[in-house]
């Protein structure tokens, strides 16, 4: 499909205000993981779980970030390990 140009989208100030409910297309108990767990775990939640994505949560349950499966793919890590 062809979508317009972002410079074909103008919106006002009284646009800008107003809010936009995603809870209708937004999974309302996602999968998550504590961001002290191992890398073994989060592969065996993808591998397991069938999920897109994991959310990794602190201690108080506050989102830190995201897992995504191309996070996990073989040249990601090792992207990631030989950085480190």
């Known amino acids: 499909p ?3 140009s972002i410079n074909d989208i103008h919106i006002n100030d009284d646009d800008r ?3 936009i409910d995603l809870r ?12 002290t767990c191992s890398l073994e775990r989060a592969y065996n939640a993808f591998r397991t779980l069938g999920c897109r994505l994991l959310i990794v949560v602190n ?19 090792d992207h ?3 950085d480190d």
């Open 24 to 35: 209708p297309y937004a999974h309302t108990a996602p999968y998550s993981v504590q961001e």
């Open 17 to 19: 205000e107003c809010d």
């Open 80 to 82: 990631h390990i030989k």
């Open 2 to 4: 062809k979508y317009p």
């Open 59 to 77: 201690r108080y349950n506050q989102c830190v970030g995201t897992i995504t499966r191309k996070d996990l793919a073989p040249e990601s890590l």
